[in-house]
């Protein structure tokens, strides 16, 4: 959702089309097909991973946030947005990361 010069990208899963689950059991690989989804959704307002300000990540487990955290850097390497990152009882399904994006850019929607 854009507001202006702001983008909320909400909690999103590693699911293609309706209900399959990529990657199921695997962080780091819901981690890379998580952040390809919000980087499009970021193209699609206007916007780029260089605009991000925070990213909150929610882990089924934390034992996976060094996987997970390794997949986030290699996608904000040159910006380092704020960054949350819990472990919550439990994600919904094979779901073993949630990742939800906030961004600010003066560029326009395409």
């Not at 399959?20 to 989804?37: N, R």
């Not at 089924?60 to 997949?71: G, L, Q, W, Y």
């Not at 779901?95 to 600010?104: H, P």
Request: charged residues 20%; contains cysteine; aromatic residues 6%.
């Amino acid at each position: 959702m854009r507001h202006g010069e702001r983008i909320w990208v909400s909690g999103t899963t590693a699911t293609h089309g309706e209900d399959t689950v990529v990657a199921p059991g695997h962080a780091a690989a819901q981690a890379t097909y998580i952040l390809d989804k919000i980087t499009a959704s970021l193209g699609a307002l206007g916007a780029g991973l260089e605009d991000v300000v925070m990213t909150r990540i929610y882990l089924a487990d934390a034992a996976d946030c060094e996987a997970v955290s390794r997949v986030h850097g290699q996608y904000f390497f040159n910006t380092r947005p704020a960054n949350v990152l819990v472990e919550v009882s439990r994600l919904i399904g094979d779901y073993r990361v949630e990742i939800e994006a906030e961004a600010i850019t003066s560029r326009p929607v395409p």
